[in-house]
């Protein structure tokens, strides 16, 4: 179902002397794991499996891999944009190798999306591939495509990423509409940072809907996050230690803005953050600098709210929410 490159595989094995290496993979590729240790093994190389959650090429597991003596580290499933060079990374993409699931879908699109309009598309890792041949079918069916520029969290033209839409925001004005060939996950942070209509096709569950009902709902429940914000004066600023999520000066200068505005407020570290670690802090109101999709998809977990940076200025008064919203692109960040 996946394409695995073992000649590269085996080129950054040599190019590293790697002897003992960590495996991370995301739940949804697992059951893959055995064929990649199979694989170590028989190159006399010792592989160590990561247990702990994976979620994205922001999240390399380099403690880890450091406290159990690894040489590197494979992390499957992503494209790396965030290699800090303390150890060596192999991004092992795991692309899916048979389109027809894809391109079964093709002939609902245009009843879906309607006529004479230009479409943007975006794809996350595993249906790169097939990203030109999915054009190409669309093209014959009458619809007009466009495929955005890659980005510094993506190194592939037309890729998204859960925090990254930059793809469609190369090409904004030349569309009327984004198709994203993934899940409802990628759809829904599309639809929030783009002013147009988004469509997901997911060709594992052989569905295509629009989600931008949904992508309003989020942003109404955001806007009431951050009016209880407003009336909150302890807060917790929190930090990130995965090594693609750290942004400490970025911390730094909303604790000081915080401040300004009247409120007192703290520097809070945090790995893999859940509600318990949260209700045992005595702050009121917490700002996201981590993952940004942790405030838009778990914020109902937390009694608190979970405001992004650029909701927390819309709180503070130093940008309008009309204004953002307009824009949007900066709405996860």
């Not at 790697?18 to 991370?24: C, F, Y």
């Not at 009694?303 to 130093?318: K, N």
């Not at 309008?320 to 919203?325: G, K, L, Q, S």
């Amino acid at each position: 179902m996946y394409r695995i490159d073992f000649e590269k595989l085996d080129e950054w094995i040599r190019e590293n002397n790697i002897q003992k290496v960590l495996i991370q993979a995301p739940l949804g590729l697992r059951l893959q794991l055995p064929l990649i240790v199979k694989y170590l093994r028989e190159k006399k190389i010792k592989p160590i499996i990561s247990t702990g959650k994976c979620w994205g090429a922001c999240d390399v597991a380099y403690m880890e891999a450091k406290a159990i003596g690894a040489d590197g580290i494979i992390h499957m499933g992503h494209a790396g944009f965030a290699n800090n060079g303390e150890l060596p990374v192999f991004y092992m993409e795991c692309r899916i190798t048979d389109p027809k699931p894809l391109l079964d879908i093709v002939d609902k699109i245009p009843e879906a999306i309607g006529e004479k309009k230009t479409v943007g598309i975006g794809a996350t890792i595993q249906w790169i591939d097939f990203l030109d041949l999915f054009l190409e079918k669309l093209e014959e069916k009458g619809v007009k495509c466009v495929i955005g520029r890659r980005s510094h969290k993506t190194p592939y033209r037309g890729q998204v990423v859960g925090c990254e839409y930059a793809c469609l925001w190369s090409i904004i004005d030349e569309i009327d509409c984004s198709i994203i060939i993934g899940s409802r996950f990628h759809g829904v942070g599309a639809s929030i940072t783009t002013p147009k209509p988004v469509y997901v096709v997911d060709p594992e569950m052989k569905r295509l809907y629009e989600v931008n009902s949904e992508a309003e709902e989020i942003l109404k429940r955001r806007y009431a996050w951050i009016q209880v914000f407003k009336n909150s004066n302890r807060i917790g600023v929190l930090i990130s230690t995965k090594p693609g999520q750290k942004k400490f000066s970025t911390a730094v200068k909303l604790k000081s803005i915080l401040e300004e505005c009247g409120k007192e407020a703290d520097l809070l570290t945090v790995d893999e953050l859940n509600v318990d670690q949260l209700d045992n802090l005595p702050y009121e109101a917490y700002v996201n600098t981590a993952c940004p999709r942790l405030s838009i998809e778990d914020q109902m977990k937390f009694r608190s709210p979970l405001l992004l940076p650029s909701e927390t200025l819309i709180a503070c008064g130093r940008l309008r929410w009309e204004n953002t919203i307009y824009c949007r692109k900066y709405l996860i960040t």
